[in-house]
């Protein structure tokens, strides 16, 4: 089942058509839907019903308050990686106990800003880090929960820049080091070793390298309750991939079937931090065609929405499937699709084959629900669009477009500059 739809030619979010949004909305925005994200966390979630799981919703793939308070409601905890996405998920109400925080540079106020909220625990990924976690905690009379990063050296093969479980890679510990640092954990009295935990990369369309890393981390667990550590929580981490274009990921159902076997032996609770997977077909891009011109004999088609809003394409070369949000019969032609961005990387899709869309049509950049407007900037001092969430035939507007003022509100000009 699929909430974006054709009916009657119309591009549909659930019972909404995109055309008729757009005129109240006005373009570009991002669009979401209700039912597939609702729908998308259900099944991740409900697919390890069968053992003591927690799945920690990575927000750094979308990150709005309304979707949030959407996951939270149905019980995710949160993985995290900074204090800013602490902050965000403490306003939506997450449970500080579900919380994770992860990633390799965490600042010692945003490491105190997690220890007075209680997080469970942090993914701690140098020995440096460790005594620092320490400090602060001994500082505030708290204990840690700690668990060490570990480096799988697992291939992902997966994009270059998101894959991450290479030991080449700037994340996480080797296994024999992690093992050095867990025997340290001991000697310091404000951490307690909780859990291991890992994260191989992201947009994995295969299952075995999940499981290659579950088994290298229930090794690890082993080894460490020889020596005594009482570890509970063994964190896989995130990087389930979806269909941006031909990719045949597993169905949730098949991933967690192929790591429940080996987890329950293991014995843990198991945490998953799934972004990508849960938002990334939940949500659309919707644009205006604002001319098209051919040069070269080559076809553009220039958009309203740009690199600035949906960076994807531009930075990773990400295949977004783009169609028109009115159907008709068209002539297909191949068009580079691009934005107003005065930059020749500002594109979304190059030497595409489309449907011949004209000057005031509508289309939609499919699959831009992850790491879309999470990723948006105003460069070119392009003010950041809206984020609509659709539920049933209603919409809502859960971010608002920025307006001008909003470009200069942090910014001021020195005395001395004003004559
Ligand atoms: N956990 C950790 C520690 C991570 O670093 C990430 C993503 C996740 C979980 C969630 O991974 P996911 O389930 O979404 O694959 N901007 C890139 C993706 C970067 C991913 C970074 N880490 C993109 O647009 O493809």
């Known amino acids: 089942m699929n909430d974006f739809c054709y009916r009657d030619l119309m591009l549909h979010c659930e019972e909404m058509p995109v055309l008729e949004l757009a005129r109240k909305v006005k373009t570009p925005f991002y669009l979401y839907s209700h039912n597939t994200l609702l729908n998308h966390y259900r099944a991740f979630d409900g697919a390890f019903s069968g053992i003591p799981h927690l799945v920690c919703y990575a927000l750094k ?15 995710a905890g949160l993985d995290i990686v900074s204090g800013g996405e602490l902050y965000r998920g403490l306003a939506a109400g997450v449970d500080p106990g579900k919380v994770v925080y992860s990633g390799v540079g965490k600042r010692t106020d945003e490491i105190e800003y997690a220890l007075r909220a209680g997080i469970l625990m942090f993914n701690v990924e140098s020995s440096q880090e460790l005594e620092v976690i320490n400090d602060c905690a001994g500082r505030l009379g708290k ?17 270059p820049y998101i894959t991450t479980g290479l030991k080449e890679h700037k994340f996480g510990l080797d296994i ?24 191989i990369g992201s947009q994995i369309t295969k299952i075995s390298p999940f499981v290659d890393a579950l088994e290298r981390l229930g090794n690890l667990v082993a080894r460490l309750r020889e020596e005594g550590s009482d570890i509970r929580y ?72 740009g690199m600035n809003d949906l960076i994807r394409p531009s930075l990773y070369g990400a295949y977004q499937r783009i169609q028109p949000v009115v159907e008709m019969d068209r002539e297909e032609i191949v068009a580079d699709i691009v934005g107003p961005v005065c ?45 609509v969430l659709v539920k049933g035939g209603e919409y809502f507007i859960i971010g608002k477009r920025e307006e001008y003022a909003d470009l200069i509100r942090n910014e001021s000009i020195p005395e001395f500059l004003r004559t």
């Not at 793939?61 to 019980?75: D, V, Y």
């Not at 499919?366 to 950041?384: D, E, K, L, V, W």
Request: aromatic letters at 6%.
């Open 143 to 159: 204990r840690a929960g700690i668990a060490l990063r570990v480096n799988p050296d697992v291939n992902a093969e997966t994009h």
């Open 176 to 199: 024999e080091e992690a093992l050095k640092e867990y025997r340290r954990i001991r000697e310091l009295s404000f951490l307690e070793a909780l859990g291991v935990s890992c994260h």
């Open 343 to 387: 930059e020749s990387g500002d594109f979304f899709a190059r030497g595409r084959r489309i449907p011949r869309l004209e000057r005031g049509e509508l289309a939609a950049i499919m699959g831009a629900g992850a790491y879309g407007f999470a990723m948006a900037s105003t460069y070119n001092s392009r003010p950041r669009i809206p984020e």
């Open 61 to 75: 793939a979308n990150s709005n308050q309304a979707l949030l308070k959407l996951f939270i409601n149905c019980g």
């Open 234 to 305: 063994l964190d896989l981490g995130g990087g389930l991939g979806i269909t941006y274009n031909e990719e045949t990921p597993p169905h949730p159902r098949e991933y967690a079937q192929a790591l429940l076997t080996v987890a329950r032996d293991i014995g843990c609770t198991l945490i998953l931090e799934p972004g990508r997977v849960i938002v990334g077909n939940g949500g659309i891009l919707v644009t205006e065609v604002l001319y098209t011109k051919t040069k070269e004999n080559k076809n553009f088609v220039i958009v309203d929405a």
